[in-house]
Each structure stands twice: as structure tokens, then as C-alpha cells.
Nanobody, 117 residues
Framework: QVQLVESGGGLVQPGGSLRLSCAASGSIFSLYAMGWYRQAPGKQRELVATITSGGSTNYADSVKGRFTISRDNAKNTVSLQLNSLKPEDTAVYYC???????????WGQGTQVTVSS
């Protein structure tokens, strides 16, 4: 069982930055692949970025060069640095943990990011 708690969302002007964090419970965090997803009103949830247990990263084309995912296995956290934010980045951002041995994902409750002037 893994519990995920996101933080760091808020209201920011276009061009601004935010840093999202996801704190995970559990003793084998380092083995989980982690990801950030987002869901805007009226749209399906979409992948933003992922990071494997080995540290390999993958990004949606829409955020490449602007967002950076990272993990700190000693602190059981995964972060998402959001730079050069655009109004279209407005969404609820969710953290996901993929179990290393079972076909099962855990989700956090989400944190709201609003980009507006």
C-alpha cells in the first residue's frame, strides 16, 4: 500500500514557475516508477512526465524544455519543476506510483495549478 500526497500547486502568472512535490509512504519507493499527470476541466487525464526507478525520464511534447521531473529516494519524494508556465498548463496535477511487481497504480489526490494573469 502506498499513499501519495501532492503539494505546491497554486495561482501563477504566465511565464512564472511552480514546484510540485509528491510525498510517498512505503519502504520500497525507490523501486516504483513515478509519474505526473494532469487533467484540465472537460478533458481527459494526460501524461506530463515520468521517471523510472533508474532515473530515466520521459516528457509530453507540450512540456519538454519547460518542466523537469526528479526524485529523491532518500526522502520518498518526486518533484515536478514547472517553468515558463502557460494558461494551457492550468489543470489538476496528479502524482502516480506504479508498483514494481504488480500491475497496479497508486494515485494522489491532486493539486490545482492555475496559470492566469
Amino acid at each position: 500500500q502506498v499513499q501519495l500526497v501532492e503539494s505546491g500547486g497554486g495561482l501563477v502568472q504566465p511565464g512564472g514557475s511552480l514546484r510540485l512535490s509528491c510525498a510517498a509512504s512505503g519502504s520500497i519507493f525507490s523501486l516504483y516508477a513515478m509519474g505526473w499527470y494532469r487533467q484540465a476541466p472537460g478533458k481527459q487525464r494526460e501524461l506530463v512526465a515520468t521517471i523510472t526507478s533508474g532515473g530515466s525520464t520521459n516528457y509530453a511534447d507540450s512540456v519538454k524544455g519547460r518542466f523537469t521531473i526528479s526524485r529523491d529516494n532518500a526522502k520518498n519524494t518526486v518533484s515536478l519543476q514547472l517553468n515558463s508556465l502557460k494558461p494551457e498548463d492550468t489543470a489538476v496535477y496528479y502524482c502516480k506510483a506504479s508498483h514494481p511487481f504488480l500491475n497496479y497504480d497508486y494515485w494522489g489526490q491532486g493539486t490545482q495549478v492555475t496559470v492566469s494573469s
